[in-house]
């Protein structure tokens, strides 16, 4: 009965994701309709894609503190909660490197930037907004007052709060049993409140997509065919041969029964951009279909969202190349190395909420001396990149935590397999 629903549930955000996006197309391409515009592109899609958004952020920071809270008070010990901490951390950056790397090769094949004529494109105006440094990054990872981080929604800040926290209630253990417990109903009540709120996710999707792709500005498309086909392929590698390979090299699991059980929860990435509101849906559905249990995924999950972005790093890398193919740049081995470097480290500062990645480009453009203005060019198409990005960047978070879990025994193989 339960999985009869389930199945359901998948097939039905699908098909709301192909209607959504044929529905917007077909009003792209319809004449000018006020009655259309206000009432349904700018009115009903607006209001129940975006509130449907809107539902998914609001478990985020209850979801997280608690199930943070949980998972490190049932690993206890903080020799293992490091090992998993530090395993984590190692495989982020190192798919991220090599997302990176995956771009760059695919970009030098496609050539995006060669024959752009730039005067057809147009160029958006750009505002770019400062990245803020790395030592200031590493240092907002503490909080200076838990209660404001839980308020703003720092991610970093409450994952790390969140930690000491279920550290020292396995630490006290007895002594602090009404507050352990506390958390653990708390964190019940969030996953039943998730629950709910995904059974109308196929609305949400299909308002969020319709309306997405009415307002698209497909005109920039054609000139910008080449750069979208060369990301579009490195995130197609970096998802099916590089994410699918480590999964099989690393735990011996069918990959193709992951990308089937986890394509909804990429569906939902696509149609929101946000790696952030994903979180409940990734937890939800690593521990339901995958067999993960929930005291990895709780903590890799929300860590992934916030600093492993493998997706908005491929952009980065063909971005580079395209923008010095169009200038008639020329980069060498230095450059390309520096680039890795610096994508790497923008990925960990980019957030997860739409667009970020465009920001933190002009920290990678400035690396190697590419004139900024040159994002101005990708601008205009960066929407549906962001879409496909941000659903690679939410599976690299899951391959890796069904790796570490399986590699702390926290995997329900049975489970995976059904
Ligand atoms: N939208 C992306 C995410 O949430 C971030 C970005 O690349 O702009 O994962």
């Given amino acids: 009965m339960e999985k009869k629903k389930k199945i359901g549930l998948t097939t039905k955000i699908f098909i709301a994701l192909i209607a959504g996006a044929l529905t917007g197309v077909i009003l792209y391409f319809a004449p000018e309709n006020k009655v259309i515009n206000d009432y349904f592109i700018n009115g009903l899609f607006y209001i129940v894609g975006n509130g449907f958004i809107r539902l998914m ?248 969202a916030t600093i492993n972005m493998d997706g908005t790093a491929i952009m980065q890398g063909v971005a580079v190349v395209f923008t010095a193919q169009i200038f008639g740049i020329t980069l060498g081995m230095p450059e390309y190395i520096t680039v890795i470097a610096t994508a790497t480290l923008a990925s960990i500062g980019t957030a997860g909420v739409p667009g970020v990645g465009l920001i933190t480009l002009s920290m990678v453009f400035s690396s190697i001396g590419l004139p900024v203005a040159g994002i101005g060019y990708i601008m205009g198409i960066d929407r549906i990149l962001d879409m496909t990005r941000t659903a690679v960047n939410i599976t690299g978070d899951a391959v890796c935590t069904t790796i570490v879990a399986n590699q702390n025994k926290a995997l329900d193989k049975e489970k995976y397999n059904k």
């Fill in 57 to 304: 952020q609001m478990l985020v920071v209850p979801l997280v503190l608690c199930s943070i809270v949980c998972g490190s008070a049932a690993i206890g010990d903080t020799k293992t909660l490091g090992k998993v901490g530090v395993r984590t951390l190692l495989f982020y950056v190192l798919t991220t490197a090599l997302a990176v790397a995956v771009a760059i090769l695919v970009a030098n094949i496609i050539n995006p930037g060669v024959g752009v004529n730039i005067t057809n494109v147009e160029q958006v105006e750009t505002t770019i907004g400062e990245s803020s440094s790395f030592s200031e990054t590493i240092l907002d990872i503490i909080p200076t007052n838990p209660l404001e981080s839980l308020a703003t929604g720092s991610m970093l800040q409450i994952i790390f709060f969140a930690l000491l926290l279920g550290v020292i209630l396995a630490k006290l253990g007895e002594r602090v049993e009404t507050v352990t417990n506390f958390f653990a109903q708390f964190n019940s009540i969030m996953m039943e409140m998730t629950t709910i709120v995904m059974q109308v996710a196929p609305i949400g999707v299909f308002c969020l997509i319709a309306r997405t792709f009415a307002t698209l500005g497909f005109d920039m498309f054609i000139p910008m065919l080449k750069y979208m086909a060369a990301v579009l392929s490195a995130l197609g590698v970096q998802c099916f041969i590089v994410y699918l390979g480590l999964l099989k090299v690393f735990t011996g699991l069918n990959p193709i029964k992951f990308i089937k059980k986890f394509l909804p929860v990429m569906g939902f990435a696509f149609s929101t951009a946000t790696s952030n509101a994903t979180i409940p849906m990734s937890i939800d559905t690593l521990e339901k279909e995958m067999g993960v249990a929930k005291r990895i995924s709780s903590f890799t999950i929300p860590l992934g």
